[in-house]
């Protein structure tokens, strides 16, 4: 199975108005993020915890619910504050990663190719945990990637935590 952004919603000189990073009802994750998502890992499932899940910590020692608090992520948050004048949440940062890992410099996208983003962000996040393998780039540069294995599942609240703990060691790789 290959993982990779859809050839007619490339962005270009002349990508349509972008508009912020929008969030669901719950404000958790945008209908891009949720689709990405449930590529990679399936759907979530309500309420589906399995005893290895129970009792995560953050790297700093919190408990998993509370990553919000880690000081790791909050250290990113400010991060990027510091250098787009803006707190991100995670959408924001996870569009921030595909917009680095595909090299794009127009910064105005379509709602798909903000999904196209994230998705990258999300395999590139994942490849780092195994989950994923990087196949190279097409002839426009975007980056493509093959699915190794499925998470299982995972209520959307570990997703998000996850992604976090992926985004935290981004931003900290050397």
């Not at 998993?64 to 924001?92: C, H, M, S, T």
């Not at 127009?106 to 999904?115: N, S």
């Not at 590139?124 to 980056?143: F, I, K, N, V």
Request: glycine share 8%; net charge negative; hydrophobic share 40%.
């Amino acid at each position: 199975m290959s993982a990779s952004p859809a050839s007619d919603a490339r962005p270009n000189a002349s990508s349509g108005a972008g508009s912020p990073v929008e969030q669901d009802a719950s404000g958790v994750f945008s209908p891009e993020a949720k689709a990405a998502l449930e590529n990679a890992m399936g759907a979530p499932q309500p309420d589906a915890r399995t005893p290895a899940d129970a009792g995560l910590q953050t790297e700093s020692g919190l408990p998993a619910e509370l990553i919000d608090f880690d000081p790791a992520w909050i250290a990113v948050q400010r991060q990027v504050q510091a250098a787009y004048g803006k707190k991100p949440d995670l959408n924001a940062l996870l569009l921030l990663i595909g917009v680095q890992e595909t090299g794009l410099t127009d910064l105005r996208f379509t709602k798909e190719q903000k999904q196209d983003l994230m998705h990258v962000a999300v395999c590139t996040l994942l490849e780092a945990e195994g989950h994923y393998r990087s196949l190279g780039r097409d002839e426009d540069g975007w980056p493509h990637f093959e699915s190794l294995d499925r998470l299982g599942p995972m209520t959307i609240q570990e997703q998000e935590i996850l992604l976090k703990r992926c985004v935290i060691r981004y931003f900290n790789a050397p």
